[in-house]
C-alpha cells in the first residue's frame, strides 16, 4: 500500500514504523518539514531515498503528494470489538458509521474522531469503506491514532454496546428532539449514516434514541463528517472539558 503527504507519513512513522517498507522524498526539498522527517526516518532506522519528483508523480499520479511517498504493509485491525471495549479506561466515547463508502468522507472523520478523543470508530464490513489509501491520506495521520473496527454484523454490534451500558444515540432528520435538547450521557456511541440516505432500518431501531442536528437553512443534511464534528464535539464540551482536545 502507498501513502503519501506528510500527516500521514510522519504519523506512520511514529505509531508503526516497522510497517514502512520504503520512504521516498523529492530530493529537491530542503524545508524544515522535509528535514524533520529525515531525521525521524533515520533515528528509527529506515532509509530514506531522495529520487526526482517525476518519479514520486508516477507512484501518485494526479495525487498531492508533496514530495514523501512511503510503500507500507496493510495492517490488519489491532483487535476486536470487545477486546477494544475491555481495552478502554473510563466512559467509553465512540462513532459508528453506517453505510459511509466514500473513502474521503471516512478519513475526515477519522480525523475529526480522533480531534475529539473518540475511542474508535465502527462500521459494518458490508456497506462501508475499507481504509484505503484515499481515506487514510484525507485521515492526515488520523487512520493511526483512531482504531477503525470493522464488525461482521453492525446490529448486534450495537447490542453488545448497550450490554456495556454505552448509550448508542443516533441521528435522524426526522427525529422529534434536537442534538440541543437531548440528554447525552458520559458513554456514548454516536451513530450517523450516509449523508441523503441516513441510517438504515436495522441500526435506527437498535438505536437508544434518535436525534436531529437542527437545519435552519435550505439543504437538508449534512456531509456525515460535519455532521460527526458537530455531535462530537458537542459531546466534549458537555461531558469531557476543555482537556480532552
Given at each position: 500500500?502507498l501513502?503519501f503527504?506528510f500527516?500521514?507519513v510522519?504519523?506512520r512513522l511514529?505509531?508503526?514504523?516497522g510497517?514502512v ?13 522535509a528535514?524533520d522527517?529525515?531525521?525521524?526516518a533515520a533515528?528509527?532506522g529506515?532509509?530514506?531515498r531522495?529520487?526526482?519528483v ?5 507512484m ?5 503528494h508533496?514530495?514523501?511517498?512511503a510503500?507500507v504493509e496493510?495492517?490488519?485491525p489491532?483487535?476486536?470489538l470487545?477486546d477494544?471495549l475491555?481495552s478502554i479506561e473510563?466512559?467509553?466515547f465512540?462513532?459508528v ?10 478519513g475526515?472523520?477519522l ?5 475529539a478523543g473518540?475511542?474508535a470508530?465502527?462500521a459494518?464490513?458490508?456497506h ?6 484515499t ?8 487512520a493511526?491514532s483512531?482504531?477503525?473496527i470493522?464488525v ?6 450495537i ?9 448508542v444515540i ?5 427525529a ?5 435538547e437531548?440528554?447525552?450521557?458520559a458513554?456514548?456511541a ?13 441500526t ?6 434518535l ?17 460527526a ?6 459531546t466534549?464540551?458537555?461531558?469531557r ?5
Amino acid at each position: 500500500m502507498l501513502i503519501f503527504g506528510f500527516h500521514s507519513v510522519t504519523s506512520r512513522l511514529r505509531q508503526a514504523a516497522g510497517s514502512v517498507r520504503e520512504l521516498y522524498v523529492d530530493a529537491r526539498r530542503d524545508d524544515g518539514r522535509a528535514r524533520d522527517l529525515l531525521a525521524l526516518a533515520a533515528k528509527l532506522g529506515i532509509d530514506a531515498r531522495r529520487v526526482e519528483v517525476s518519479r514520486l508523480d508516477r507512484m501518485c499520479p494526479s495525487r498531492r503528494h508533496q514530495g514523501v511517498v512511503a510503500i507500507v504493509e496493510s495492517r490488519p485491525p489491532v483487535m476486536g470489538l470487545e477486546d477494544l471495549l475491555d481495552s478502554i479506561e473510563g466512559p467509553a466515547f465512540l462513532l459508528v458509521l453506517d453505510g459511509v463508502t466514500d473513502p474521503r468522507n471516512l478519513g475526515a472523520c477519522l480525523r475529526v474522531a480522533d480531534g475529539a478523543g473518540v475511542h474508535a470508530v465502527i462500521a459494518p464490513k458490508d456497506h462501508a469503506c475499507p481504509l484505503n489509501e484515499t481515506a487514510i491520506q484525507t485521515a492526515s495521520g488520523a487512520a493511526d491514532s483512531v482504531p477503525y473496527i470493522m464488525v461482521t454484523n453492525l446490529a448486534r454490534s450495537i447490542d453488545v454496546l448497550e450490554d456495556r451500558s454505552i448509550t448508542v444515540i443516533g441521528t435522524a432528520d426526522g427525529a422529534e428532539q434536537s442534538l440541543y435538547e437531548a440528554d447525552v450521557p458520559a458513554a456514548v456511541a454516536w451513530a450517523l449514516g450516509a449523508e441523503g440516505v441516513g441510517l438504515r432500518r436495522l441500526t435506527r431501531e437498535r438505536c437508544d434514541r434518535l436525534v436531529s442536528i437542527p437545519m435552519a437553512g435550505q439543504v437538508e443534511s449534512l456531509n456525515v463528517s460535519v455532521a460527526a464534528g458537530i455531535v462530537l464535539y458537542e459531546t466534549v464540551r458537555r461531558n469531557r472539558g476543555a482537556d480532552r482536545v
